[in-house]
């Protein structure tokens, strides 16, 4: 009777005390994201500008195909360097429908107070051309995914060969980092080494480029925290110019009192 007891309890612990075990065990198949080196990470980094500018070039060449940038406007893109008459000739890319005084709908050049374009004109078409996949807002993307910027990185440099037993579907693709689709997402893999050339001749490599346009959109995601922190770097160079000023003065005021 005791044995049996005794017998029971032993194997109710080892049930026990093997379960985090097991669950630890399924948690490490889940890839650990790729850890870009960012220059905006900790309180006083400031978004990386040049790199920022080739990630507006990919988004333009390669992901606004399929992505829109929702609540971005043409204007917003003078925060990474940009020059007024380079904004104005960047937003004139495009066309945007208006209406003209009689109230005909027209089309005209964009002009910088413009949203950016969307590839598609509402969830359905854009479902159509993506075999049943919607391409998400990627303005918010960095914000609204667990891993953030690390999480884009990783899925755009994600891409493997399906293993044996993953049975893909039409449009379907293998990336170890899309875990909320079980590994299948149905986006073809957008970037490759020299998807991109940059006219300055930097390295448009898929992990750079991968960099790049993730950068890109860590700020699009939060442009007034990068300008915020910017101001924080200014208003602290001013406090330690300002507490050097003080101390000198009072060094000066109190030596000539004594
Ligand atoms: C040919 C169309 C196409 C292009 C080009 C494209 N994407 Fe996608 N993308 C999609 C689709 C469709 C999905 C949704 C996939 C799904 O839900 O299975 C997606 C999903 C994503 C996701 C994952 C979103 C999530 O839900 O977690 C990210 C990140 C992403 N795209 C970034 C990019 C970036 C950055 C580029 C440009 C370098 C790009 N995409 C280019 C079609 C595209």
């Not at 104005?88 to 374009?117: C, E, H, L, M, W």
């Not at 399906?162 to 997402?185: C, E, H, R, S």
């Not at 922190?229 to 004594?258: C, E, Q």
Request: aromatic fraction near 10%; charge should be neutral.
């Amino acid at each position: 009777m005791i044995r049996r007891f005794l017998l029971g309890a032993a194997i109710a612990v080892s049930a026990l005390a093997t379960q985090p075990l097991v669950a630890h065990a399924q948690e490490a198949a889940e890839p650990e994201l790729l850890k870009g080196d960012w220059s905006f990470s900790g309180i006083f980094g400031t978004i990386d500008k040049a790199s920022a500018q080739r990630g507006l070039q990919i988004y333009k060449e390669v992901c606004s195909n399929c992505h829109g940038l929702y609540e971005m406007s043409y204007r917003n893109i003078a925060a990474l360097g940009y020059s007024d008459d380079q904004v104005k000739a960047f937003a004139a890319q495009y066309q945007v429908n208006d209406t003209n005084d009689d109230g005909a709908v027209i089309q005209r050049p964009a002009k910088p107070s413009d949203r950016f374009v969307r590839p598609f004109p509402n969830e359905k078409a854009a479902r159509a051309a993506n075999n049943g996949a919607n391409p998400p807002d990627l303005a918010l993307i960095v914000k609204s995914r667990e891993g953030g910027v690390n999480y884009v990185y990783s899925i755009l440099q994600g891409y493997k060969q399906a293993p044996a037993d993953v049975k893909l579907a039409d449009g379907q693709y293998y990336n170890i980092y899309f875990t909320a689709g079980g590994q299948k997402i149905g986006m073809p893999q957008p970037l490759t080494d020299g998807a991109v050339t940059f006219a300055n001749g930097a390295p448009n490599d898929l992990k750079s480029e991968a960099h790049d346009v993730a950068t890109f959109l860590a700020w699009a995601a939060e442009p007034e925290q990068d300008a915020r922190k910017r101001l924080g770097v200014r208003v602290m160079l001013f406090l330690i110019v300002l507490t050097g000023a003080l101390y000198y003065a009072k060094r000066k005021i109190w030596a000539d009192l004594h």
